[in-house]
């Protein structure tokens, strides 16, 4: 088979994305704690060179591909950096990306695939429904070693891990300003003699707290950087996991296990119940630290987050990982990013009126951003 020219495969990546950028302008609630396209206004302006840049950087200092992948988190948060063109879609008249030229534009998105390939098994956009990144041997280990509890033996502890579970999914939202992504990959599905089996890893709960840096206050009381939720679910349950970590599972579990990453697994109803307190404070303490916040402190925030993410790669090269001082300028850009973000969705919905068929939509959207890069 014939393999795709970059161009083709960012917009095939397009038109995936493309529903659920028509979607959010039809009337969905915006992501907290702002419309996504204002927060990705601010991205483009500083993230996409930086990580241009840095994977650049890498590259030169003679890292594979594969070893770079190694240094991101999962999936789900690459897939995320596909957004960044829409403040153009907002304004004809700005280029997101304006420290970067239109070839350099189209390197990271290439980038961003290879990424991607490296990191998730079968349809790279999970365009099959299904979010695949542990091998075969990975998927053993983690069935075969995981203390069960299931719903006829444990149902008590079985409610408290799928609060649990809830609970610290609304903290990455929290703590990645929206962008949960950053801090959680829900994967799967992997079949088992027992059933269907999905994996919820959380991470990167306590940002910056190994170098005494803490992106949050309310973080530092909580134990763990990384938990793991594994859930079985019956062999004909009917499992949808979508690029960017949106999932619909049809059937209740059957058996869960809770692990922390280099402690092992949880195998008591006290220690699930502790966990589970944890979180309930990690997020009454995160409510009461974000509760003056404006949307300045929120794109300073945002700044400090993705910078944070970057750290790992920079170590490598010996280079500073925190933001410069002008990347914070961009607080002033406040009214701007509004702006984009509501003539964003006019131009969707203009296109939307046009009466095209579902598909039609999605394929005109995406293309027209793969213009915007290649043009």
Not at 100 to 116: H, N, Q, V
Not at 142 to 171: C, E, N
Not at 226 to 252: G, Q, S
Request: overall charge negative; some cysteine.
């Amino acid at each position: 088979m014939m393999e795709q020219s970059p161009k083709n495969s960012i917009l095939e990546a397009y038109k995936t994305l493309a529903k659920f950028v028509v979607l959010g302008a039809q009337g969905q609630p915006p992501l907290w704690p702002f419309s996504i396209i204002e927060t990705n206004y601010y991205y483009a302006r500083f993230f996409v060179s930086d990580l241009f840049q840095t994977l650049s950087s890498l590259e030169r200092k003679g890292m594979k591909i594969d070893e770079i992948a190694k240094l991101c988190w999962g999936p789900s948060a690459i897939s995320h950096w596909f957004y960044f063109i829409e403040p153009a879609f907002g304004d004809a008249d700005i280029y997101p990306f304006n420290s970067l030229t239109r070839a350099e534009s189209a390197t990271i998105f290439e980038k961003t695939i290879e990424l991607l390939s490296r990191q998730r098994a079968g349809d790279i956009f999970c365009r099959d429904n299904k979010n695949l990144i542990l091998s075969d041997s990975e998927v053993n280990d983690v069935y075969g070693g995981g203390k069960f509890f299931t719903a006829d033996k444990d149902p008590a502890i079985m409610q408290t891990i799928r609060q649990l579970s809830l609970t610290i999914w609304h903290a990455t939202i929290l703590l990645q300003a929206g962008h949960r992504a950053y801090s959680h990959e829900f994967h799967g599905p992997y079949m088992t003699d027992r059933g269907v089996m999905i994996v919820k890893d959380f991470f990167n709960l306590k940002p910056g707290d190994d170098i005494g840096e803490s992106a949050w206050r309310f973080t530092s009381n909580f134990p763990y950087n990384e938990l793991r939720i594994v859930e079985i679910y019956p062999a004909d349950t009917n499992v949808v996991i979508d690029m960017f970590n949106h999932y619909e599972i049809n059937k209740p579990p059957i058996a869960v296990a809770t692990s922390i990453p280099g402690n092992g697994f949880i195998s008591s109803q006290k220690e699930v119940n502790e966990l589970f307190n944890q979180s309930q404070r990690l997020i009454k303490e995160g409510n009461n630290e974000i509760s003056g916040y404006s949307k300045a402190d929120w794109v300073k925030k945002i700044i400090q987050l993705r910078y944070l993410w970057l750290k790992p790669h920079k170590d490598i090269l010996g280079e500073d990982w925190r933001p410069p001082e002008k990347v914070y300028q961009l607080i002033e850009d406040v009214a701007n990013a509004e702006r984009v973000g509501k003539e964003f969705e006019n131009n969707i919905i203009a296109i939307a009126k046009k009466g095209l068929r579902p598909d039609e939509l999605a394929d005109s959207v995406a293309q027209i951003f793969t213009d915007i890069i290649f043009s």
